[in-house]
């Protein structure tokens, strides 16, 4: 998976992918593997995690990765990213994460993010999640950065799953990237 991940990350920067998770084993080995990919590519890494697995995350990162290194990661609490505005508010999340990547972007310093998805109950707004996702594939292509967005895959209702699949040109699954078949670019929707 790594290695065919990572050639798509080398010839094509403008990369979006749904990665679905069953077990927390296998979701930290895959944040870890992509973060040391990323450093070793010469990419800071945004990870954009909760704080009960970003601990665990960090204990195996501090095991595989110099000091120097380490501080290529940066750390974004997913609550404050999602909840910026006091609720899911997808332009409010846009206009944090463009603040947030303003520098990278200023400086031309090459950068991948991976976003750990999550909300407290099925009454959050799972509709807003596309709009949302429809917002981030087009940031993806303009900024030209990797970026894989997590969710559990058992929180998941088959709707959301549809969407998800539909927003998301490529997909993690078990430790393979694969094209979405469901995948409508942004092109094709404005027309």
């Known amino acids: ?17 749904l990665y679905s998770y069953k077990e ?19 990419d800071y890494v945004i990870l954009v995690e909760n704080e009960r697995v970003y601990p665990m995350i960090h204990k195996v990162l501090s095991t595989r990765l110099s000091k120097d290194q380490m501080e290529l990661v940066h750390f974004v609490n997913n609550f404050d990213f999602y909840y910026s505005s006091g609720s899911y508010h997808p332009p409010a999340i846009t206009d944090y994460f463009t603040q947030m990547v303003q520098p990278y972007l200023e400086k031309e310093i090459p950068f991948r993010s991976w976003a ?4 407290a109950t099925m009454k ?4 807003l999640i596309e709009d949302f996702e429809k917002i981030v594939d ?51 929707i404005k027309k």
């Not at 998976?1 to 992918?17: A, D, G, K, T």
């Not at 750990?116 to 909300?119: A, D, L, R």
Request: net charge negative; with cysteine; hydrophobic share 40%.
């Open 1 to 17: 998976m790594r290695s065919n991940m990572n050639q798509l990350f080398e010839n094509e920067r403008s990369v979006h992918v």
């Open 24 to 42: 927390s084993e296998s979701y930290i080995e895959q944040v870890v593997g992509f973060i040391q990919d990323g450093i070793e590519a010469g």
């Open 116 to 119: 750990h998805v999550e909300w």
């Open 124 to 127: 959050d707004p799972l509709h």
């Open 138 to 188: 087009e940031a993806v292509n303009s900024l030209s950065f990797p970026l894989i967005c997590a969710y559990e895959g058992e929180k998941m209702p088959e709707h959301l799953k549809k969407i998800l699949m539909e927003t998301h040109p490529f997909v993690l699954v078990e430790n393979e990237l694969v094209v979405s078949e469901q995948y409508i670019p942004m092109a094709d």
